[in-house]
C-alpha cells in the first residue's frame, strides 16, 4: 500500500474531488486516500475516526466493465426511505466516475457497510424519481447540488437492494 494520507473533509471536498474533476481524472492523491480509507474502514469494522466518524460509507466492489477486474471503491451512501442510495456525482465532473460504468455493465456488486459484507444489485434510478431523490440528497447535503451545477450530465442515483438468500 502506499504512503496512508490524512483522512479529513478537507482532503476528501477539496484534493480529492478537485482530482477527480481534473482532465486527467483521478490520481496518485485519490488512490492514495481510498486505500487509505478502504484500511481503516476494514481494520476498524466500518467505522472511521476524525471528521470522518460522522459520515456514512461503504465499500463497493464492482467487476471492471473492460477489464473484468474487481475494483473496490469507498462512497458515501445516502439513505432514503429505507434505500440504500449512491450518488455518481464524481465532484461534478463532465462524466461520470468509473465505478457507475462498471456496475451499468456488471449490476451484481459486494457491499461493505460496517463490519458485515453482502451482495446486491445495483439499480440506476431514472426520470421522476430520480429528480425527487436528487433533490432530497441536496436538501440534505448541499455539495450535491452544487456537483449538479458544475456539469451539464444528469447525475445518476444509483439504488443498492441486498440479493435475498446472501
Not at 1 to 10: C, P, V
Not at 61 to 79: C, I, N
Amino acid at each position: 500500500m502506499s504512503e496512508r494520507i490524512e483522512l479529513t473533509m478537507t482532503n476528501l471536498l477539496e484534493g480529492l474531488a478537485g482530482e477527480i474533476r481534473s482532465p486527467d481524472g483521478p490520481g496518485a492523491f485519490t488512490k492514495r486516500y481510498n486505500e487509505t480509507l478502504i484500511a481503516e474502514f476494514r481494520a476498524n469494522g466500518g467505522a472511521l475516526a476524525g471528521e470522518l466518524a460522522e459520515s456514512q460509507f461503504l465499500l463497493l466492489t464492482t467487476t471492471g466493465a473492460k477489464s473484468g477486474k474487481q475494483r473496490t471503491t469507498p462512497l458515501a451512501y445516502v439513505p432514503i426511505d429505507d434505500r440504500m442510495l449512491l450518488i455518481a456525482s464524481k465532484g461534478g465532473a463532465p462524466t461520470n466516475p468509473a465505478w457507475f460504468s462498471n456496475l451499468v455493465a456488471h449490476p451484481e456488486v459486494t457491499v461493505e457497510l460496517g463490519a458485515e459484507t453482502y451482495l446486491a444489485r445495483a439499480i440506476v434510478i431514472e426520470g421522476v424519481e430520480r429528480d425527487r431523490l436528487y433533490a432530497e440528497v441536496a436538501s440534505r447535503i448541499p455539495t450535491f447540488a452544487d456537483y449538479q451545477r458544475r456539469t451539464d450530465r444528469v447525475i445518476p442515483i444509483v439504488e443498492l437492494r441486498r440479493i435475498e438468500g446472501d
